[in-house]
């Protein structure tokens, strides 16, 4: 199942990759108040990821794969302080920092949200999983360039880290798992939730570069 989910996004993946803030990442030359305002962001969207986790974690039909999303949960939870505690908050002072989602981020945890609430586990789990995904290959990209002094080296070593792959490969052994009983509906919009899923990653990073807000 999760080679038909990958080559459904085969369009979306080079806009990812090829994304100013994924270039620039990559390079070192984003701007700070740029990266600062993409993990305000992405602290923001841990919140709840973390309970789209949990409430999909519920209705896994094995135990160890509802204990395997209730521990993902905790670890996006924790990631979310981290990010506050070593990095936030040692910008505070120069960078302002908002507790509201902008746009692009209001617009993907309500969809992780309503799928772990209402549809199919099958599809929120798809729905979950580029998260996982795409940050390892883009992750992989930005490390195989390797750029000496980049001030982003440690967000591009964690998400192409061996202990994050593991982390990827254990969700979709997961949806495949849930694919071997899936009818061919299902499937369908396992498919769906997936690539809409990898649009909001796209947008998530064009949101962050713009810096978007909502109008007032």
């Not at 270039?23 to 709840?48: C, R």
């Not at 746009?103 to 772990?116: G, I, K, Q, S």
């Not at 591009?156 to 490969?169: K, M, P, Q």
Request: hydrophobic fraction near 40%; include cysteine; glycine fraction near 2%.
């Amino acid at each position: 199942m999760f080679n038909e989910l990958k080559n459904s996004v085969a369009d979306v993946m080079p806009k990812i990759y090829l994304h100013p803030f994924n270039q620039e990442l990559a390079l070192g030359t984003l701007t700070i108040e740029t990266f600062i305002f993409y993990l305000n962001q992405d602290a923001l969207y841990l919140t709840d990821f973390s309970k789209a986790l949990a409430l999909t974690a519920t209705r896994l039909p094995h135990d160890r794969q509802s204990e395997l999303f209730i521990q993902f949960a905790m670890n996006a939870l924790k990631a979310e302080r981290d990010l506050h505690n070593n990095i936030l908050k040692k910008y505070a002072s120069t960078t302002p920092t908002t507790h509201k989602q902008s746009p692009f981020c209001f617009m993907y945890t309500n969809y992780l949200l309503r799928m772990a609430s209402t549809a199919p586990v099958e599809e929120a789990v798809a729905s979950l999983l580029p998260c996982f995904w795409v940050y390892q290959q883009v992750g992989q990209r930005a490390y195989n360039k390797k750029i000496p002094n980049n001030p982003y080296q440690a967000w591009i070593d964690l998400y192409a880290s061996d202990e994050f792959n593991h982390s990827v490969d254990l969700v979709i052994a997961t949806i495949n798992e849930l694919a071997e009983h899936a009818s061919i509906h299902c499937k369908q919009n396992m498919l769906s939730a997936f690539r809409l899923a990898t649009l909001c990653e796209w947008q998530f990073w064009q949101g962050a570069y713009s810096q978007q807000t909502w109008p007032t």
